[in-house]
């Protein structure tokens, strides 16, 4: 299962034939400028792996995000991640540099948070940012979510947690 097509974009499930591209994502200073340190080319593999196990457990991961001409965007998705000793559906993505500041990133997670209402049947989606990437932070504004907490689960700096309550999908509704 992956998110739909939008106007721009498509998706599918990273393989260890997007190494090359996820090595050259993860291991860029500018896109984990907010993490401890960029990843090795084998860390970028670690990072495939984990999410290719995230496929086969939940149904969902990171998913390669393209242009609808096939182009590497990067990478956007669902994991669930620990929240102040909780277990909470988290949206994530990393894009290329050189494709900031195009929508792509907030048209990435619109489809992400539809997946996780209508498939998923999620009734509640977070994004954990570091406090000091606005950039993040606004993609996540844009598609609804706002400052619920602060998580305190990282042995370094507390993270800002968005959410946004998707309630029940309609089928549920009816």
Request: some cysteine; hydrophobic content about 40%.
């Amino acid at each position: 299962m992956i998110p739909g097509k939008t106007p721009r974009l498509q998706f599918r499930q990273m393989t260890s034939g997007d190494l090359d591209n996820m090595a050259a994502l993860l291991g860029d200073p500018l896109v984990m400028r907010y993490y401890p340190a960029p990843k090795t080319r084998e860390g970028a593999a670690q990072w495939i792996a984990w999410n290719e196990a995230n496929y086969a457990e939940h149904g969902c991961g990171l998913w390669i995000v393209e242009t609808l001409h096939g182009e590497f965007l990067g990478d956007c998705g669902l994991t669930w991640q620990q929240v102040n000793g909780r277990l909470e559906l988290e949206m994530g993505y990393h894009l290329r540099p050189d494709r900031w500041g195009q929508g792509y990133a907030t048209a990435a997670a619109a489809a992400c948070r539809d997946f996780a209402r209508d498939e998923l049947h999620i009734e509640r989606l977070v994004a954990i940012v570091h406090p000091d990437n606005v950039a993040s932070r606004r993609v996540a504004e844009k598609i609804g979510m706002r400052h619920i907490e602060d998580d305190h689960t990282s042995a370094s700096a507390p993270r800002t947690v968005l959410g946004i309550r998707l309630g029940p999908t309609r089928a549920q509704a009816q």
